[in-house]
């Protein structure tokens, strides 16, 4: 999952070289295609250069000025690139949440693939999760997304956000359903121990706290939590 993604097509293929020609195949004709619909696009080749630098970018603040020089694109044409990417269902924007500490990080974004196996499509690299080197980015997009899908799956109204304080105590998921707060720290390693930050204990003491792992995931999205 976390290598070739969620698409249904995907898994009904039965080679790693079948599953990976049939993303290339879905990045360079179906998704290019859709694009040219868009009369605001001009360029669809430096969309897809966007997404190849926001590939490298999961879990990390975005910063449009950045990705403006890079492309040698406008800043307003960026957040117009990135507003159709998210109507086409490709990205999803996860905002900086906030109720009443100062320091926390609240005007940023952090963008998330929808399918994690197109965004390895985008950085042409599927090998296995034991060479990989962002094998811990990859399990918190994958993560991120079951529980967005999870939650609308359930029809339950949740906002999704990540917590950050200018003093670098973060959390990667923050839920909000029905002002009840719970928060989610993803580590690929199971042998990692991950403690709420103090900040969020002291600011949001009615709040949980999940540390996520490859040894436990499975409770957060097949049980009640």
């Not at 993303?23 to 001009?42: A, G, P, T």
């Amino acid at each position: 999952m976390l290598r070739f993604g969620m698409y249904p097509r995907v898994h009904s293929l039965e080679s790693n070289q079948e599953k990976e020609e049939y993303l290339y195949n879905y990045l360079n004709s179906y998704m290019y295609r859709d694009l040219l619909v868009f009369e605001q696009i001009k360029k669809p080749k430096k969309v897809v250069d966007l997404l190849a630098l926001l590939a490298h970018q999961i879990g990390k603040e975005v910063a449009i000025s950045e990705l403006s020089n890079s492309l040698n694109l406008s800043q307003k044409t960026v957040e117009n690139y990135l507003d159709i990417l998210e109507k086409m269902f490709v990205l999803v924007n996860i905002r900086g949440f906030s109720r009443n500490l100062r320091k926390e990080v609240t005007k940023t974004s952090r963008y998330y693939f929808v399918d994690v196996g197109l965004r390895n499509a985008l950085i042409r690299s599927f090998v296995p999760l034991s060479i990989r080197n962002d094998v811990g980015e990859l399990f918190e997009n994958w993560f991120v997304m079951e529980r967005i899908k999870r939650a609308n799956n359930h029809r339950r109204f949740t906002g999704f956000y990540f917590w950050r304080t200018y003093d670098q105590h973060e959390i990667d998921l923050v839920e909000d359903l029905d002002g009840r707060l719970i928060g989610f720290e993803c580590k690929w390693s199971h042998k990692s121990r991950s403690k709420a930050p103090r900040d969020w204990l002291q600011n949001y003491p009615d709040a949980g706290f999940e540390a996520v792992s490859s040894g436990n995931w499975r409770e957060y999205l097949e049980g009640n939590i």
